[in-house]
C-alpha cells in the first residue's frame, strides 16, 4: 500500500491537483476556442453553440450538486433555470435603456440567481423531508408547477404602472400604450442579446470555484456526510436541513443562472415543455449520470459530447434521433455496465500494465 | 348536475390512468426501476392494434392478441438489452437513463415507421354506453370496459403475487435480490417475468387509452405514462390496488380542478395536490413505510 | 448500407465541426469548402459593412449555378407533423421547378434542417444550413422558432420567407416575409365573419393556452368580439400537458348555452374534440381557422363527426381548380398523405421565391445579403396565383394580402360559403 496516501497534506494535494486540471481542462478548452475564433476556422453552427453549451455545462454542474454531492434525485432543475430566465429577462426588458448594457447583464444574472435560489428555498424546505424516487416526483411536480404558472402569467406596464394578471391578457386592464411584458404562452419576446461565449465561460469558472471549493470545505465534508449516511450524520450534531438546503438553494441558483444566460441569448422566451418541461430536467440529469455522479469534470465533458451529439448527427437527417437514442443507451452500457468496466480494465492492464501495477499491488 | 357530470368524466379520464399506472407500479415494486420507456410501449401497442384492425380490416380480438404478445417480447428484449446489463450498477440512476434512451429510441422507431401524421383510433370496445338524464349524463362503454378491466386485472395480480409460486418469488425477489437467488429463486428469470406481465399490460392499456381518446402519434404514450407514473406514486408506489385508487383520484382531481378552479393551471393544480398528498403521507396512500435501518 | 452511408456522412460532418474545417482541409466535399469560406467571412467582418464583400467571395466560390435554398422546421416530436408536411411539399415544389428549368434558368438546391420545435435548436439548423452556404431561407415553420431566427437573418441579411410562422414578430423585420395569415389577422377575420354573417349569438372558445399560434388568435378574436354582435359566453383553456381529455371545456359550452365553439386550434386536437362532443351529444357550430384543415384527413377518422364544421382557411385539398388538384395528387403519390395547410404554404412559398427571384433578375453567383436587399424590393412587387390564395401580394411590412375563403364541411368535403 501506499503509505503516504493517508496523509492529510498528501491528499489535499491530490484534490488541488484535481481541481486544477478541472479548470486548465475549461481553461485551455476556452484558449481553444477563442484561438480558432479569431483566426476564423470556426463554422456558424460551432459559434451558435458556444454559448448554449456554457448553459448546459452549467445546468449539469449545478446538478451533480444536488445528485452527486447530495444524494438526493431532482427531476425539476429545469424549473430552477426556467425561473432564472424569467426573472432575468423580465429585469433586462424593463431597465433596457435605462441602464448601461454590461451592468444591466450583471444585475440580471444577479437576480436569476436570487430568485432561483429563493424558490429553491421555498421548494427544499417541505422537499428535503422525502426520500428517493418520492423526493423525485415532487421536484418533477414542482418542475411542472412553475412552467405551467409561467404560462399564464400576464405582466403589463403603461404610466400607471405595472400591471399583472394569471388569468388572460384583457385582465391586466391596461392604456392603449401599455407594454406586455410577458405575454402568457407567447412569454417574452426582445429580450437583448447580452449572452456571449467569454461571459458563459466566466459563469462557469464562477460556478466552479464555488462548487470545488465547497465539496472540499467543512460544510461540504457534512452534506456528503447525509449523503452516505444520513443517521450517522444526525448523531454527530450536523443539521441536516441547514447543510440539505444549502446544497440545493446553490444548485438552484447555478441553474438561474444559465437560465438568465438561456434568456438572453435567444431574442423570443417561451415556457415550453421542450425547454424548461421535465424532458429538459431529465435531459440534464442524463449530462450528470453519464459523466459519472459526483464527478464535476465528467459532466462537464458529457454534457458537451451529449448537445454536440444530436447537431453532429444532422447528416443522417431522419434516422438523427434515432441514432443518437441508440447512442445514448450504447454510452451508459459501455460506462456504467459492470461487465464493460471490468473489460475495460482489464484492456488497460493489458495495453497499460506499468500504470497498473503502480497503484495495485496484488501482482 | 354539472358536477356529476365532471365527477363521471373524472373517473373515465382516471381509469385509463389507472390502467397504465398498474404496469408501471408492477415493474416498480418488483424491480425498483422506474420504467420511463413504459409510456412508449402502450404507444407500441396501440400501434399494433391500430394497423391490425384499421389498416389490414383484421377482427379486433387478433390485434389485441397480437399486441399483447409483442408487447411482452419487445419487453423481454428491452429488459434483458438495456437495463439487465445495468442491474448490478454502481447506481440505480444508471438504469433510469438507459429507460429514457429506449424511451427516444421507441418513439423515434414508430416516427420513421407510421410517421408524424396523427391517426384516429377506432375503438375496440362494443359496450353501449349508459346514458341517463335524457342522454346529459353519459358513461361511455370505454369507461366501463376500462374500469371493469383494471379491476379484473387488479385482482389477477394481486392473486397472482399471493398465491402463485412465480409471484412469492417475485415478492422474494423485491425484497431482497441476494437472499432470493441463494433461496434457489431465478433472479434474472423472475424479473423478465415481471416486465413481461407489465408490457403485456401496457398492450392493454395503449388499447384502452387509444379507444378512450382516439388520436394516435409516437408521443401519445409519453404525457399519460408520466401522469400514471404520478398515479402510482399517488397510490402508493408498488401497491396495486394503489395504483388503481391513485389513477382514478388523479383523474377526478384533474377534471374538478379544470372544471372549478382553472383550465389554464389544470396541471399545476393536479403536481400540487400529488406535493400536498405526500408531503402528508410520504409514501402515497396506500404505501408501506419504509423503516430506516442504521 | 443506407445507414453505413448515413454514419460516414455524419463522421464527415464531425470532421469538418471539429477540425475548424479551416484552409488546411481539402476542398473534397462541397460542405468542407462551404464551412470554411462562410466562416472565414463571418468572423472578419463582424457587424460591420465589409460583410457584404466577405459573403460575396463565399458565395462566388461555393454556388456555382445554383440557388441554395434552406428550410427549417420540426421533423421529430411532438410537432413532427406540421414539419413534414412543409418538407415534402417544399421538396415537391423544388423538384417541379428544377425539372420546368429553375429559376431564371438556374436549379434549385433545396436542404431541409431539423429543429425539434425549440427555439435553441432553430437557431443551430439555422447555423447549420449558412455553413452550407445557403442563399434564401424558407422557414421556420412555427411561430416560436421563427422569432428567434428571424432575428439572425436580419443581422446576417439574410432573405427569410416564412411558411407559417404566424405570431406578429415572426416576421418583425424588413428581411422577413410570410405566406400565411398572421394570429391577430385570423382572430380578427374569424370575430367578423361570425359577426357579418350573424352565424351565433353565443360563442364559446376553446384554445391551447400554452400554445402561440392558438392564444395569439384567442386574444384578438375576444378584442374584436367586443363590436361585433355576439357575445363570447365561455372561454376555456387547455396546455400542452394536458390535451386528451376536453370533456370539462365542452361541458362549459353546453352549460352556458353557446350555440358556435370557437376552435383556434390545430385538427388533431380539434379531431378529439369533435368525438368528445359527439359522446356528449353536443352539437353546436364548430368554427376554426386554418389550423383545422386537415381535420378530414387524419387516417381512419370518421368524418362525419366534422359535419357541418365551419372554417376559414386559405387552402382546401379538395378544391377544383387544376392547381390544387395536381399538387394533391402528386403530394399523395409521393408521400402517401394528403396534404394539408402547412404544405400547401409551403408550396406556395418555394413558388413565391421563384417569382421574386426572377423578377430582381437574381443570379446564383450573388451573395445572402446582395439577393436579400433585391428579395426585399421583388416580392412587393409580385402578384402570385397559389394554392393559398389567387392574386396573393405582399406588402413591405410582410404580411400577405389575399382573401380568406371560410368553407363548410358537407358530406366530409369542403364546401365553400
Known amino acids: ?363 | 348536475m354539472s358536477f356529476i357530470s365532471y365527477l363521471i368524466n373524472g373517473i373515465s379520464l382516471g381509469s385509463v390512468y389507472a390502467i397504465i399506472a398498474l404496469g408501471y407500479t408492477m415493474v416498480y415494486g418488483i424491480a425498483k426501476m422506474l420504467n420511463f420507456a413504459h409510456g412508449d410501449v402502450i404507444m407500441v401497442g396501440a400501434f399494433i392494434v391500430f394497423t391490425i384492425v384499421s389498416t389490414l380490416s383484421l377482427p379486433p380480438v387478433l390485434g389485441i392478441a397480437t399486441a399483447i404478445i409483442v408487447c411482452t417480447v419487445f419487453g423481454i428484449t428491452i429488459e434483458r438489452v438495456a437495463y439487465k446489463p445495468l442491474r448490478n450498477a454502481a447506481s440505480p440512476l444508471a438504469v433510469l437513463i438507459t429507460a429514457i434512451g429506449v424511451s427516444y429510441l421507441l418513439q423515434n422507431l414508430a416516427l420513421l415507421i407510421f410517421g408524424a401524421n396523427t391517426k384516429s383510433f377506432t375503438s375496440v370496445v362494443a359496450v353501449k354506453p349508459l346514458k341517463f338524464a335524457d342522454g346529459n349524463m353519459v358513461i361511455s362503454g370505454e369507461t366501463i370496459v376500462t374500469i371493469v378491466v383494471g379491476i379484473i386485472v387488479m385482482i389477477l395480480l394481486t392473486l397472482f403475487i399471493n398465491k402463485t409460486k412465480a409471484g412469492q418469488a417475485m415478492l422474494a425477489v423485491s425484497e431482497d435480490k441476494g437472499a432470493a437467488s441463494l433461496m434457489g429463486i431465478n433472479v434474472n428469470k423472475t424479473i423478465a417475468l415481471t416486465f413481461a406481465i407489465g408490457s403485456a399490460l401496457a398492450a392493454v392499456a395503449g388499447v384502452l387509452l387509444c379507444s378512450a381518446y382516439p388520436s394516435l402519434t409516437p408521443y401519445t404514450g409519453a404525457m399519460p405514462g408520466i401522469k400514471a407514473f404520478v398515479a402510482a406514486v399517488f397510490g402508493g408506489i408498488g401497491s396495486v390496488p394503489g395504483a388503481m385508487i391513485g389513477g382514478i383520484l388523479l383523474g377526478i382531481i384533474e377534471i374538478l380542478g379544470k372544471a372549478y378552479i382553472s383550465s389554464q393551471m389544470a396541471d399545476a393544480i393536479v403536481f400540487a395536490v400529488l406535493i400536498i398528498v405526500l408531503l402528508v403521507k410520504p409514501t402515497g396512500i396506500l404505501g408501506k413505510k419504509i423503516q430506516e435501518k442504521v | 448500407m443506407k445507414r453505413f452511408m448515413s454514419i460516414a456522412m455524419a463522421s464527415a460532418m464531425a470532421m469538418t465541426l471539429f477540425a475548424g474545417c479551416g484552409s488546411t482541409a481539402s476542398e473534397g466535399t462541397d460542405a468542407a469548402a462551404g464551412t470554411d469560406t462562410t466562416a472565414t467571412a463571418d468572423t472578419a467582418a463582424e457587424g460591420t459593412d465589409a460583410t457584404a464583400e466577405g459573403t460575396a467571395a463565399a458565395g462566388e466560390s461555393a454556388a456555382g449555378g445554383v440557388f441554395k435554398i434552406g428550410g427549417i422546421g420540426p421533423t421529430t416530436g411532438g410537432a413532427a407533423v406540421y414539419g413534414m408536411a412543409v418538407q415534402n411539399a417544399a421538396q415537391l415544389a423544388v423538384d417541379e421547378i428544377n425539372a420546368a428549368g429553375g429559376i431564371g434558368g438556374y436549379q434549385i438546391e433545396f436542404k431541409f434542417e431539423d429543429d425539434e420545435n425549440d427555439p435553441e435548436k432553430s437557431v443551430n439548423a439555422y447555423n447549420t444550413l449558412k455553413d452550407w452556404d445557403m442563399q434564401i431561407l424558407m422557414g421556420t415553420v412555427t411561430s416560436g422558432c421563427c422569432v428567434a431566427v428571424v432575428e439572425k437573418t436580419s443581422a446576417d441579411n439574410m432573405f427569410q420567407l416564412t411558411p407559417s410562422g404566424s405570431s406578429i414578430e415572426a416576421i418583425k423585420y424588413d428581411n422577413a416575409f410570410r405566406v400565411c395569415f398572421s394570429d391577430p389577422n385570423q382572430g380578427m377575420a374569424s370575430a367578423k365573419y361570425i359577426g357579418d354573417n350573424a352565424v351565433a349569438t353565443k360563442v364559446a372558445v376553446i384554445y391551447d393556452s400554452s400554445d402561440i399560434y392558438s392564444s395569439g388568435i384567442y386574444q384578438k378574436f375576444v378584442t374584436e368580439s367586443a363590436s361585433q354582435p355576439f357575445e363570447i359566453v365561455s372561454a376555456e383553456a387547455f396546455t400542452a400537458d394536458s390535451k386528451t381529455d376536453f370533456s370539462v371545456q365542452l361541458q362549459k359550452a353546453k352549460d352556458s348555452g353557446a350555440d358556435l365553439v370557437f376552435l383556434p386550434i390545430y385538427y388533431t386536437e380539434a379531431s378529439l374534440i369533435l368525438s368528445q362532443a359527439a359522446t356528449m351529444n353536443y352539437s353546436p357550430i364548430f368554427f376554426g381557422c386554418d389550423g383545422l384543415d386537415g381535420i378530414l384527413d387524419v387516417e381512419n377518422f370518421d368524418t362525419s363527426l366534422a359535419e357541418g364544421v365551419m372554417l376559414l382557411t386559405p387552402f382546401a385539398a379538395d378544391a377544383q381548380d387544376e392547381l390544387t388538384q395536381n399538387f394533391v395528387t402528386t403530394f399523395k403519390e409521393k408521400f402517401g398523405d394528403t396534404p394539408n395547410q402547412f404544405a400547401a404554404d409551403a408550396y406556395d412559398a418555394i413558388y413565391a421565391i421563384k417569382a421574386a427571384a426572377e423578377k430582381a433578375g437574381l443570379t446564383p453567383d450573388m451573395d445572402a445579403s446582395a439577393i436579400c436587399d433585391a428579395m426585399k424590393t421583388a416580392m412587393t412587387q409580385i402578384t402570385l396565383d397559389g394554392l393559398t390564395g389567387v392574386g396573393m401580394t405582399w406588402d413591405a411590412s410582410g404580411e400577405p394580402n389575399k382573401a380568406p375563403k371560410a368553407v363548410k364541411i358537407e358530406n366530409g368535403v369542403y364546401v365553400a360559403m
Open chain 1, 1 to 363: 500500500m501506499n503509505k503516504t496516501s493517508g496523509i492529510y497534506p498528501h491528499k489535499l494535494n491530490k484534490i488541488t491537483k484535481n481541481n486544477f486540471i478541472t479548470y486548465l481542462m475549461v481553461l485551455v478548452l476556452y484558449i481553444a476556442v477563442q484561438l480558432l475564433l479569431v483566426t476564423g476556422n470556426v463554422s456558424s453552427l460551432m459559434e451558435g453553440l458556444l454559448v448554449p453549451l456554457c448553459i448546459y455545462v452549467m445546468l449539469a454542474i449545478s446538478l451533480n450538486l444536488t445528485v452527486g454531492i447530495l444524494g438526493e434525485l431532482s427531476l425539476g432543475h429545469a424549473g430552477f433555470m426556467c425561473v432564472g430566465a424569467f426573472a432575468g429577462a423580465f429585469f433586462s426588458k424593463c431597465m433596457n435603456g435605462a441602464m448601461p448594457d454590461g451592468v444591466r447583464f450583471i444585475t440580471a444574472l444577479l437576480i436569476g440567481a436570487v430568485s432561483a435560489g429563493i424558490f429553491g428555498i421555498l421548494i427544499g424546505i417541505p422537499v428535503l423531508r422525502l426520500k428517493g424516487d418520492y423526493l423525485a416526483i415532487v421536484t418533477l411536480a414542482f418542475g411542472e408547477i412553475i412552467k405551467n404558472l409561467v404560462n399564464v402569467m400576464y405582466i403589463g406596464r403603461d404610466k400607471n404602472g405595472f400591471h399583472f394578471s394569471m388569468k388572460d391578457f384583457f385582465s391586466l386592464n391596461m392604456d392603449a400604450e401599455g407594454e406586455v411584458i410577458v405575454n402568457g404562452a407567447q412569454g417574452i419576446t426582445g429580450t437583448p442579446h447580452d449572452a456571449s461565449f467569454t461571459m458563459g465561460v466566466i459563469l462557469i469558472f464562477l460556478s466552479l470555484i464555488i462548487i470545488l471549493n465547497l465539496i472540499h470545505s467543512r460544510d461540504g465534508r457534512a452534506i456528503m456526510s447525509i449523503r452516505d449516511n444520513r443517521i450517522a450524520a444526525e448523531s454527530i450534531g450536523i443539521n441536516i436541513t441547514k447543510y440539505k438546503l444549502m446544497a440545493f438553494s446553490l444548485s438552484a441558483a447555478i441553474a438561474g443562472v444559465a437560465g438568465v444566460l438561456y434568456a438572453h441569448n435567444l431574442s423570443t422566451l417561451t415556457a415550453l415543455p421542450k425547454n424548461f418541461g421535465y424532458n429538459m430536467s431529465i435531459m440534464i440529469l442524463v449530462f450528470v449520470v453519464l459523466g459519472g455522479i459526483g464527478n464535476i469534470r465528467g459532466s462537464i465533458i458529457s454534457a458537451i459530447v451529449l448537445t454536440l451529439l444530436p447537431e453532429l448527427l444532422r447528416g443522417l437527417s431522419d434516422y438523427r434521433m434515432l441514432i443518437y437514442a441508440i447512442v445514448l443507451i450504447v454510452m451508459m452500457l459501455f460506462n456504467w455496465s459492470p461487465k464493460a468496466i471490468e473489460w475495460k480494465e482489464r484492456m488497460k492492464e493489458k495495453y497499460f500494465p506499468k500504470k497498473l501495477s503502480k497503484g495495485k499491488e496484488v501482482k
